[in-house]
């Protein structure tokens, strides 16, 4: 069985140029390879003609309507017919007609000459499709897949589908399947999106959808589900990637209209999406369909509270800023100014504000469409005037009978002015030039809210 370990080696030259696609100024161009089975069994009947001679019809009139198609392009490979069945030949796949410009004419000429011969062999023709893409950005590249039968060669269709895909080369695949039953449709779930085709009728209209797929977008919402269930959520930024391959398809600020309505955006009904809600914390959303030709409405909890710190009274501070943490989480989340603002999704979280010292609050919880603010008291100033030349000096915190450090003087200044949240303090200090460490003095001093504490070292 052909596998993904044996298919990668061949894919990493083929990765560069299909990896810039991402909202690029430049329109995208859509290239579309119909891969055509013509293998033996496509002499069968459908109705009143043979599958191979419906194929070619409504395909020959699907590439006339695509005529004039703006940035498009098509190409055309076969498989099954050029060795008779008896030689069961596991290569038999070509290129007939090349992506290029304006060359429909020649791939519906083509089209007409092609008569089935021999066996079935996807896997290989499939990965042999990753090379008929020329390597450029800002492509699409679509593969249509119509065919009657299942593996016959004993290839994987489904890893080399797999492969492509999450190499960036095709999108997921379509496939048409003509006359085949519910057993053979399962085998293709796991290449393609699968369309039955059991009548005429029923391949041409698989076909018109596939192609309306590949060429055009659909519209979808999301709704940002509070508390409630209720879509009333807005205003952040939501990311579309390929679920396959990683790549960045969309960004979407997130708006409520005037209807009071989540907006309506466009997406390519070709891709699976991982939608990234970018909240705090970020909210994912993976493995997305959106159904081609319907309105899609995608649902995801996100309900948000605010968060704030804010501080009594006349503050000296300048831009004091805390750290937001998940609850039990050594990650920082955010850092925000105090005095400000910010969104939240509900939940628990550490708050730790970089005053001095720093204060750390433990389980603070985020409610629906409430603000939660942590009150700090007013401030007070310190004011350290230094007599010796040179010297080393600690703050220390007095917490019960503990000292705790929280500061280091810096030593080029003489004067000081710290701005300090209100408690009882010790400064332990000692001259450069002082020989032994019994020459350690020590000032007690409280902080008051509002107040100067003055201390002079000598």
């Known amino acids: 069985m052909l596998r993904i370990k044996h298919i990668v080696f061949f894919l990493l030259l083929l990765t560069a140029g299909f990896l810039a696609k991402a909202q690029s100024p430049k329109p995208i161009k859509t290239r579309i390879l119909f891969l055509l089975d013509a293998s033996g069994s496509m002499y069968a009947r459908m109705e009143n003609d043979s599958r191979i001679n419906i194929a070619k019809r409504l395909l020959i009139k699907s590439i006339d309507s695509l005529q004039g198609t703006k940035n498009l392009e098509i ?84 890893a080399v589908s797999e492969a492509l ?105 070709v891709y699976r999406y991982r939608m990234v809600v970018h909240t705090l914390p970020p909210v994912v959303k993976e493995n997305i369909d959106v159904t081609p030709g319907k309105h899609t409405i995608i649902g995801v909890d996100a309900p948000q509270g605010q968060l704030m710190v804010k501080v009594e009274g006349l503050t000296n501070y300048n831009n004091l800023q805390f750290i937001v943490r998940k609850q039990g989480s050594n990650q920082t989340l955010h850092v925000q100014e105090a005095g400000t603002k910010e969104k939240f999704i509900v939940g628990k979280y550490d708050v730790e504000v970089l005053c001095l010292p720093r204060m750390v609050f433990r389980d603070v919880s985020v409610d629906q469409s409430t603000t939660t603010t942590i009150q700090l008291p007013q401030p007070g100033k310190l004011i350290v005037n230094c007599q010796l030349q040179d010297y080393y000096a600690d703050i220390y915190q007095m917490v019960r ?10 030593i080029e200044k003489r004067s000081h002015q710290i701005v300090m949240q209100p408690g009882d303090y010790k400064i332990v200090y000692r001259s450069k030039g002082a020989s032994r460490s019994s020459h350690t003095f020590e000032r007690i001093f409280k902080i008051t809210s509002g107040m100067a504490s003055n201390i002079t070292l000598n």
């Open 75 to 158: 190409a055309l490979r076969v498989y099954g017919h050029t060795s008779p069945p008896n030689q069961r030949n596991c290569r038999d796949t070509r290129l007939e007609v090349p992506f290029r410009e304006n060359n429909f004419e020649e791939v519906k000429k083509r089209l007409a000459t092609i008569n089935p011969k021999g066996t079935t062999l996807i896997a290989h023709s499939l990965l042999q499709s990753a090379y008929d893409f020329p390597k450029e950005p800002y492509t699409r590249n679509v593969i249509i897949l119509i065919t009657d039968g299942i593996e016959e060669c004993q290839g994987d269709p489904c």
């Open 165 to 269: 895909q999450s190499q960036g080369i095709i999108l997921k695949p379509f496939i048409i399947g003509i006359g085949l039953t519910e057993d053979f449709r399962k085998a293709f779930d796991c290449v393609g999106r699968y369309y039955d085709a059991n009548t005429e009728k029923g391949f041409d209209d698989a076909l018109k959808l596939v192609i309306s797929q590949a060429l055009n977008n659909t519209t979808a919402q999301v709704n940002l589900l509070d508390v409630y269930s209720k879509a009333t959520e807005s205003n952040v930024n939501m990311s579309f990637y390929d679920m396959n391959s990683g790549l960045l398809l969309y960004n979407y600020m997130h708006t409520i209209n005037e209807r009071g309505n989540p907006d309506t955006i466009n997406l390519d009904p």
């Open 401 to 410: 009978n503990e000292l705790v450090w929280i500061y280091k003087l810096p």
